[in-house]
C-alpha cells in the first residue's frame, strides 16, 4: 500500500488524516489486539484480520477518495488509528447512513485528538460531500466514545437504538446506542478551540 492519488488528506492543527501505508499496518495490528482498545468489541483483531481490514479501507479511499483515513500526529509522524466516515456494511436500520468513526492507540487518549479529528471529518462530510447528516454509533457501555459524539454536537437519537447485527445473540456488547448530527445542527454550532 502507498499513498494514492486522488485520495483527500486533511490537516488540523495536531493532525493529519491521509491515505494508508504500508507501514501503518504494524501499529494499527498491535491498536487492533489492545484489550483496552478493543474492550467495547467482541474480541481483538488477529494480525490477517487488520491488515485486510487496513487494505479495505485504503481501497475505498482509493475509490472514493474520504473514507476511514489513517490518523499520523503532524508533530512527531506516528501513526495513531483512524478516524473518518464510512458507509456502514451491515444491514442495519436506519440505512442508507454514513457513519463517523474512530479508533484511537490507547498512547493517544486524552489529548482530545479523536475530537479533532472527528471534526475535521464532519467538516468535509457537511463541506465537500455536501451532506445532510452525519450517524454515529457504539456499543451501549462505551462512554468514552459517546464523550466524543457529544462533543462533536451530535444527539442520541434513543428511538435509534439498535442491536448490532455483527454481534453474537447473547453478548453483552450487541446492543448500540444512535447519534445523529444534521447539516442545520453542525452549521450552528460555534467552532471550539483546539483540546489540548
Known amino acids: 500500500m502507498s499513498i494514492l492519488t486522488g485520495a483527500v488528506t486533511i490537516e488540523t492543527p495536531r493532525l493529519l488524516l491521509r491515505q494508508w501505508r504500508e507501514d ?3 501499529p494499527f495490528a498491535a ?3 489492545d484489550p483496552e482498545v478493543m474492550r467495547f468489541f467482541e474480541e481483538p483483531l488477529s494480525r490477517e484480520r487488520s491488515d485486510a481490514w ?6 475505498v479511499i482509493a475509490d472514493e477518495g474520504w473514507g476511514l483515513w489513517a490518523l499520523e500526529r503532524r508533530d512527531t509522524g506516528e501513526f495513531i488509528g483512524f478516524t473518518g466516515l464510512q458507509v456502514p456494511r451491515h444491514p442495519l436500520p436506519f440505512l442508507p447512513c454514513v457513519e463517523v468513526g474512530w479508533r484511537l492507540a490507547r498512547s ?3 489529548h482530545g485528538f479523536a475530537t479533532e479529528a472527528g471534526r475535521a ?3 468535509h462530510a457537511f463541506g465537500p460531500l455536501a451532506l445532510d447528516e452525519v450517524v454515529s454509533m457504539t456499543a451501549v457501555p462505551n462512554t468514552p466514545s459517546r464523550r466524543v ?3 462533536l454536537g451530535m444527539v442520541h ?7 448490532h447485527p455483527a454481534v453474537s445473540l447473547r453478548h453483552p456488547l450487541r446492543r448500540h446506542v444512535l447519534y445523529r448530527v444534521n447539516v442545520g445542527q453542525w452549521r450552528g454550532q460555534p467552532v471550539p478551540a483546539v483540546e489540548t
Open 24 to 26: 501503518d499496518l504494524a
Open 31 to 33: 491498536l487492533n489486539r
Open 54 to 59: 487496513a487494505r479495505a479501507i485504503a481501497a
Open 108 to 110: 493517544a487518549w486524552g
Open 121 to 123: 471529518s464532519l467538516t
Open 149 to 151: 459524539m457529544e462533543r
Open 157 to 163: 437519537d434513543p428511538d435509534g437504538d439498535f442491536d
